[in-house]
């Protein structure tokens, strides 16, 4: 795997929001997603920031879908996780499975 | 449907990318419809905006340097120029009057400044808007040593809604 490629905490995060989502993954469940599962408070520039840069390495894809009363007349865009993006997100979880290997008595500690 | 705030909106709308303008607005107005507190809407809005803004510091920082220093100079030459004037056609004035001058022909110079800012910085400009106020007030600070708080203050309150201003002409004259 090159450098490049590793997702960092925010990333990994969206990623698993829009793969816990399944087909209802768009701004405003993915930000409640976050914030819901982590505490953390997400403002929605940050998270659609984080969707493109995800979108522009091929992990994620994106579809407009038609706008609706509720918003103003204004569309949905969907998100879905790309094989790429499941691979990448595996790897991440993976390498940080790795790091804490043997660290069980220090975090019991801790 | 419950309207939000048209100001908030209005600026989302001018400062966000092409791509982004019907899907963040559409968020924002359906979580307002649970919300419905301005407020909220109105920090929804900013935070946006400021995540744009670093995100555009971080993508082109060099271009955002010199938008903001050429927007700095700009601004502080055009308030230079106005005093002189200013001076020269009425003499010595009240500290009423200079205030007054300071506020109005300020904001003003800070138009003119922002909108410099806004044409040099890439996209909708908002890095070189957003690091034109940053450093309008760090240079505020580092004068209060030489200037009087008012004085400062006065600067202070002309400038940053001016530079905001200047922005928003060039995002919306970019637009059209």
Known sequence: MAKGDYLGEFEQIVLLAVLRLKDNAYGVPIRQEIEDRTGRSAAIGAVYATLDRLEGKGYISSHVADPTAERGGRAKRFFQLRPEGLLALKNSQQAVRQMMKGLKTVWSYS | ?176
């Open chain 2, 1 to 176: 449907m419950i309207k939000p705030p048209l100001a908030a909106l209005s600026l989302l709308y001018v400062f966000l990318p092409e791509q982004e303008r019907e899907t963040i607005p559409g968020d924002l107005i359906e979580e307002f419809q649970l919300q419905q507190s301005p407020s909220w809407f109105w920090r929804q809005v900013l935070l946006s905006l400021g995540d744009l803004a670093w995100l555009g510091m971080k993508r082109s920082p060099g271009r955002t340097i010199l938008a903001m220093l050429a927007g700095y100079l700009a601004m502080a030459s055009a308030v230079m120029a106005t005093f002189k004037v200013w001076g020269l056609l009425h003499g010595p004035q009240s500290m009423l009057a200079m205030i007054l001058v300071e506020l109005i022909g300020g904001f003003f110079c800070a138009t003119l400044g922002g909108y410099l800012a806004a044409r040099i910085s890439r996209g909708s400009g908002i890095n070189g808007i957003i690091g034109l106020c940053l450093f309008s007030v760090v240079m505020g600070v580092v004068s209060l040593a030489t200037e009087p708080l008012w004085n400062e203050v006065a600067i202070m309150c002309a400038f940053v809604p001016g530079v905001l201003l200047g922005g928003y002409l060039r995002a919306r004259q970019a637009r059209s």
